[in-house]
């Protein structure tokens, strides 16, 4: 959210740093993710997994989302880079509102192609079975069950949280950071500590402003929701309020904040250490000296 210089590395480099980032943020923070995915399930089936113990359970689904991160990742950034060459002028720069354009299109691809992983990690989250099957066994059971679209399942309210969380954390930060900006002596610029605050407030307020989404993307990811609200997102909404109340549709919201804590603390200085240790893709025989146009935010997401 705060500006930042590119990263000055190669494209290869930049995608290595942010999934083996990606990858320590999600292994460090699933269990929390477990826990939200877990309470916003229907409540019969919460009664039927029972509750878990500190076990290898906890991470029921950590692979799937591992392996999500990374075709993201890699998507972003191959997306991203490639619209900022095409819309690049004669000097290489591109405006403001071009690069909005181009973070927008590789955010709802980038969103797209995350929708079969986070179907097949619910799937295993809410599967009675004493041990789940994997990634791809799991893609195979889907496809069997519901034929190829049911790997898209949940596919609006996924694409509409991303898009709300994105527009409410930048109109909060854009908010907070007017304000926090008139307690600064005019020329001084706000500490780096400020900064972090302001952006963790902001992804809180994306974080409770978009929960109602969340739940109805998970409901409607599991068997059982989406067959009762009979593949309608709307119906789903309406059926959660009547029957469980609006405490329901704010449910993992507590697991979500302390994520996104953690997350922001684990990405950005890890995404520094990673960065550095994978140097050597720069460093190699042959290795290309092009510098790539993504940002540091955007390479650490």
Avoid at 130 to 140: C, D, L, N, Q, V
Wanted: net charge positive.
């Amino acid at each position: 959210m705060s500006a930042h210089a590119s990263q000055d590395g190669s494209l290869p480099r930049l995608m290595a740093a942010g999934i083996l980032a990606g990858t320590a943020e999600i292994g460090l923070t699933y269990p929390l993710e477990y826990h939200k995915v877990r309470s916003q399930l229907p409540t019969a089936l919460i009664d039927k997994i029972g509750r878990p113990a500190l076990t290898l359970k906890l991470f029921r689904g950590c692979g799937t989302m591992m392996l999500g991160n990374g075709t993201k990742t890699v998507v972003r950034f191959v997306t991203y880079d490639f619209l900022s060459k095409q819309i690049a002028d004669e000097n290489g720069q591109i405006s403001a509102p071009k690069s909005l354009a181009a973070g927008l299109l590789a955010g709802f691809l980038e969103s797209t192609v995350l929708v079969p992983f986070e179907v097949a990690k619910i799937r295993q989250i809410s599967s009675l079975a004493t041990s789940p099957p994997g990634t791809f066994a799991t893609f195979k059971r889907i496809v069997q069950l519901h034929g190829p679209l049911g790997l898209l399942y949940g596919f609006f309210p996924t694409l509409l949280r991303q898009g709300a969380a994105s527009a409410v954390r930048f109109t909060a930060y854009n908010s907070l950071r007017q304000m926090a900006d008139g307690f600064v002596t005019p020329g001084d610029r706000l500490s780096p500590a400020w900064a972090t605050g302001l952006e963790l407030l902001a992804s809180y307020a994306a974080v409770i402003t978009t929960m109602p989404i969340d739940v109805v993307k998970t409901r409607m990811q599991t068997l059982s929701g989406r067959e009762a609200a009979r593949g309608n997102n709307l119906l789903c909404t309406y059926q959660i309020f009547t029957t469980e109340g609006l405490r329901k549709l704010f449910s993992g919201m507590v697991p979500r904040l302390l994520r996104v804590t953690i997350s922001s603390m684990v990405m950005f200085s890890f995404y520094e250490v990673a960065f550095k240790a994978v140097s050597f893709i720069d460093e190699r025989p042959g290795a290309s000296n092009s510098k790539s146009e993504i940002s540091k935010p955007l390479a650490a997401k």
